[in-house]
């Protein structure tokens, strides 16, 4: 192709020497026209070529290439990140402002509970407190005098056991009051109140609640449940003929609901035991961030088995060509005529092990990895482009 436009540039050059020639005799200057040049390793595009294209840039990676093992699962999280909030008193609904979906922070006010319960637990242990008190001090006045032979032993135990009992009430109050939210410390005759504030034991999000303002509570029901999403885990189902394939550490690549980008986990538990359908599960931690990923959706996931570290591309970034295999690299940005351009040159490789949608690539000499930008959708019509220089390149 060098050659044909080398003497197709020549062949121009001539014409225009010869039919000038002719006009002004031999001892005219022949005009010569400037055409420009293209390498026959360079495609060049408009930006709305580009677009129709689909041409998309990313870098060449190194990974682990070799064979994987497809499995299916759930995207869940761990028992600690889910939340169950019930009243364990009861009551009536006063207020509440969330709606599902809203996140909330670890603290946060749920909901506002009325109940008359609350507050003769509040009398009862304030009462008991005070009885605590007096009965603290008959105890240590009993003790002095019957070492001084003032009281007999039977008096000193009857007050002695009316002290342990109040002790052992009080603390019993200060557990109640603990359990429905109220400091027992912060307790005073002058703030005993019927409305109990609802937190959230968990920092996350809330996926369902089940009350509405009136309406009455039972220790039993269930009032919100939350999840915190930002430690998420995957629950795969691995059957067992491919137990001796997992170990802890191996790395897993995951596609949530068929969708196209592709996110990363480590397993870090396998199952320990086989169910009835002869299926076992694997447990694996989800490593960065993943936008957009939430518990209980379905996922497609591949467990790498171990291989070597190898330069490695999206096998649909490379393309073959008259027994060859090339792939696209951006070259530069440039303006013909007030229009931008964008040109891209075709770079020879060689393939080697393919896996899980990449193939190996065995670059030219000084091929720069860290910094070179190479197409990696869209390869395939730059060579239509390249083929077909009238239809898309320019």
Same mark, same amino acid.
């Given at each position: ?238 059957? %067992? ?20 980008? %592709? ?132």
């Amino acid at each position: 192709m060098k050659k044909l436009g080398f003497i197709a540039f020549m062949l121009i050059g001539v014409l225009v020497v010869f039919m000038s020639s002719c006009r002004n005799g031999s001892n005219s200057v022949a005009e010569i026209i400037e055409v420009e040049y293209i390498p026959e390793d360079i495609v060049e595009l408009r930006d709305d070529q580009i677009k129709l294209a689909g041409i998309q840039m990313g870098a060449i990676e190194i990974r682990s290439l070799g064979n994987s093992l497809k499995v299916n699962g759930i995207v869940t999280v761990t028992p600690q990140n889910i939340a169950t909030v019930c009243m364990p008193l009861g009551g009536f609904i006063k207020t509440t402002t969330l709606m599902p979906g809203n996140a909330v922070s670890k603290g946060q006010s749920l909901a506002v509970i009325v109940n008359q319960e609350f507050v003769d637990i509040q009398l009862d242990y304030l009462e008991a407190k005070n009885k605590l008190s007096y009965a603290k001090a008959e105890y240590e006045r009993h003790t002095d005098l019957f070492k001084d032979d003032v009281y007999s032993e039977k008096n000193v135990q009857q007050v002695t056991v009316e002290y342990k009992n109040l002790i052992a009430m009080v603390k019993s109050l200060e557990q109640k009051l603990l359990l429905i939210g109220i400091n027992p410390d912060l307790l005073r005759e002058d703030n005993i109140n019927s409305e109990i504030t609802l937190v959230s034991p968990i920092k996350g999000f809330i996926k369902s609640i089940n009350i509405n303002i009136g309406k009455y509570v039972s220790p039993t029901d269930v009032l919100f449940e939350i999840i915190n999403s930002d430690i998420l885990f995957l629950e795969l189902t691995l059957f %067992e003929k491919d137990a001796e394939k997992v170990t802890l550490g191996q790395k897993i690549r995951f596609f949530v609901n068929n969708g196209s980008k %592709e996110y990363e986990a480590v397993i870090t538990q396998t199952g320990k035991s086989v169910s009835s359908d002869k299926t076992f599960t694997v447990y694996a931690s989800v490593t960065g961030q993943c936008n957009n990923v939430l518990p209980g959706m379905y996922v497609n996931a591949y467990i790498e088995e171990s291989g070597n570290m190898v330069t490695s591309l999206p096998s649909e970034a490379i393309v073959s060509f008259d027994d060859r295999d090339y792939i696209f690299t951006f070259e530069k940005d440039k303006l013909e005529d007030g229009k931008p351009f964008t040109e891209y040159r075709m770079v020879e490789v060689k393939k080697g092990i393919s896996g899980s949608g990449f193939t190996e690539v065995e670059l030219p000499e000084g091929f720069n990895i860290s910094t070179v930008k190479v197409v990696i959708k869209g390869a395939y019509n730059l060579l239509s482009a390249k083929k077909n220089a009238g239809e898309m390149a320019c």
